[in-house]
């Protein structure tokens, strides 16, 4: 009877939860009950800063805080946010539209125009989970024309396990790599651990020419 009792609260937990996620996806990009909104550009693929508008996007503070330490911290902390409006420059619409689907859904649309600036945020508000996803995107989507951009992001964020995935890439393509336009702009650091790598995938005259 005892067992039957545990699996009746296991399936009660699991249909509460259930029912609680139901909930955030219809909350979810609604001005049903929202009590904060974010504000960030539009974005704009390609384009100049300056021309680009601003939207603001509804948000519940207790959904944030209960998924994010950062935000909890931002709404409930000592020094607590109580504007109503919070202006976000370092964020762009997709990436913030993204993070939030992600919170209020365990759902994300990643492309490899917005898995970038999704990959920051979720960094930026510790939401672990969704870094694990953004991680997983880059590396079955590396090629040799994002490869030092996604490394570079790797090294600001001390991404380790996401820079160990783009030196693999590099040390299996490194001939195709040596021929690519990304290579000819990297940084003198990175091409420094570059040259000195023992398993890069070509002839030691040819990485010298």
Known sequence: MEDIDVV??????????????????????????????FVVR????????????????????FVLSICSPVFFRMFCGEMAETSDQIDLPDCEYEGMFELLRYIYTDEVCLKEN?????????????????????NIFLNSNLD???????????????????????????????????????????????LEKFVARDMLNVEELVLFK
């Not at 939860?17 to 909350?27: C, F, I």
């Not at 030092?148 to 693999?168: I, P, R, T």
């Open 8 to 37: 009746w609260m296991s399936r009660a937990k699991q249909e509460e939860a259930r029912q609680k996620k139901e909930t955030s996806k219809v909350l979810f990009n609604s001005d049903t009950l929202s009590d904060v909104k």
């Open 42 to 61: 539009m974005s704009q693929h390609g384009g100049n800063d300056r021309k680009r508008g601003k939207i603001a996007i509804p948000a519940h503070k």
């Open 114 to 134: 917005n898995v970038m600036q999704v990959l920051y945020l979720a960094e930026k508000y510790m939401v672990p989970s969704l870094t694990k996803r953004c």
């Open 144 to 190: 040799t024309s994002n490869v030092f951009s996604v490394l570079k992001h790797a090294d600001l964020f001390s991404n380790d396990h996401l820079a160990s995935d783009c030196w693999y890439f590099v040390d299996k393509h490194a001939k195709d790599i040596l021929s690519s336009a990304e290579f000819f702009s990297i940084e003198r650091s990175v």
